[in-house]
Structure formats: C-alpha cells, structure tokens
C-alpha cells in the first residue's frame, strides 16, 4: 500500500509570508501528526488530528494551525512566516492509539528568507 | 514535563562490534516507547517498541522502569545499521492519543 505522501516537498517563502502544507496518510489511517524537525531543537510535536478534530497540540505559537478532511487528509498552515519557522515539516499517520506505530512522510522542507 | 534524553550524538563503532544506545526518559505514568531509525536518503521509520517485544534486525531493548531507561542493543554491528536513531515517549500525558517526544537523536556510524 502507498505510504504518507507529502506535498510540497521543497518550499522556500519570504518572511511574513503563510504557506500551506499537505499531507496524505496511509488509505485506512484516520490519525495525522504534524512534528517539526531543525538542527537544534530536533523533532517537535505540532498537534495531531483524528477524524478531523485537533486532539492533541504542542508548544507552539498560534500562527500554526491545522485542519484534516474527511478522506483523513490534512494541511498544516504557518502565517507570517519568520526566520526561525526555517525547518523540516514531518507529518505521520497512524491507526489512531498511542501505542499504534506511526509512518512518516518525507517532508517538506521550508526555508524562510 | 515529559523528556527523552540521549546522551551521545555520535556513536562510532567498529563492525562486528557491540552496540548500546543509550535512551533515558521522564515520565512519571506508563510510558509507550519506541525506537525510530531513519537511513540516509530514507523517511524515519519504526524500528521497535517496547510492548512488541520483538528483535528487529538484531536489535533488542529492554524497558527499565526503575531506571527510566530503554536502551537500544545489538551484539554484532553491521555496516547496514549505519543511521540516526531516535528514542520516543508516548503515552497517557497525551490523552492516550498520538505525541510522540524524541530524543535528540544519536547518529551510528559502524566502520569496515
């Protein structure tokens, strides 16, 4: 079966800019996860959405938002982009539970100049 | 607040050698923890929990609640298992549902 797809893979932005990313987990898979990944802070939670409602967010600040459809796709949204938000963006899906094996996307990798 | 702590970037090693990744974490509840790899050029991907049980490519790892620790091992290192490897904590803090928090990741470079 095909594994998460993530759309765009590359993006470069200018700050205050937003940008759109999407994500398309496994056929089946009704639990979307969104995490951050740069050099120094590692691997970040952002939130996690189930049958299109956020169950669980991370530490960040509000410009980051998210949404899921009912095909179990989901687009995160980062608005007035800063330096910092540089990064690459996983998502992975899930059956749903906390102990189910997640599968990651490849990324989209984001650069804000 | 719940953390994962890998104490070592960079674990080098010879082939054949033995290998232990070391993974401590903070978490007061009953943890769910897993190991995640990612090779080069490669998406991450699950390597092992701890509720499995199982051997997977010859590695093992062992829950120690009294010590907080679920370290990673394999006896004989292979060129192959040259990759990033990360240590994760699930579990109830999240409601149950899925948040993963990582380690900071230990890179395993394995030598002809």
């Known amino acids: 079966k095909a594994g998460v797809t993530q759309t765009p893979r590359y993006l470069i932005k200018t700050r205050g800019q937003q940008v759109t990313l999407s994500c398309s987990p496994i056929?089946?898979?009704?639990?979307v996860s969104w995490y951050q990944q740069t050099p120094g802070q590692g691997l970040q939670f952002l939130f996690e959405?189930?049958?299109?409602?956020?169950?669980n967010k991370g530490n960040f600040p509000g410009r980051f938002s998210g949404r899921q459809f009912s095909n179990s796709r989901s687009e995160m949204n980062v608005s007035t982009l800063e330096l910092g938000d540089s990064a690459l963006y996983l998502c992975?899906?899930?059956?749903?539970?906390?102990?189910?094996?997640?599968?990651f996307g490849p990324g989209t990798r984001l650069t804000v100049t | 607040a719940q953390r994962v702590t890998q104490p070592e970037k960079l674990l080098s090693v010879f082939k054949g050698a033995p290998v232990e990744l070391k993974c401590n974490y903070s978490y007061s509840g009953s943890p769910e923890l897993f190991w995640y790899v990612q090779y080069s050029r490669q998406r991450l991907q699950l390597l092992l929990r701890h509720i499995s049980r199982e051997s997977i490519k010859g590695f093992t790892a062992d829950l120690n609640k009294g010590e907080t620790s679920f370290h990673l091992k394999k006896p004989f290192a292979q060129e192959e298992d040259s990759a990033m490897y990360y240590c994760?904590?699930?579990?109830?803090?999240?409601?149950?549902?899925?948040?993963?928090?990582f380690g900071a990741g230990t890179r395993l470079a394995v030598h002809p």
């Open positions: 994760a904590l699930s579990g109830m803090f999240s409601g149950g549902y899925n948040k993963l928090i």
């Open positions: 056929s089946g898979h009704r639990s």
């Open positions: 992975a899906s899930s059956l749903g539970g906390a102990s189910h094996e997640q599968y």
């Open positions: 959405y189930f049958s299109e409602t956020q169950r």
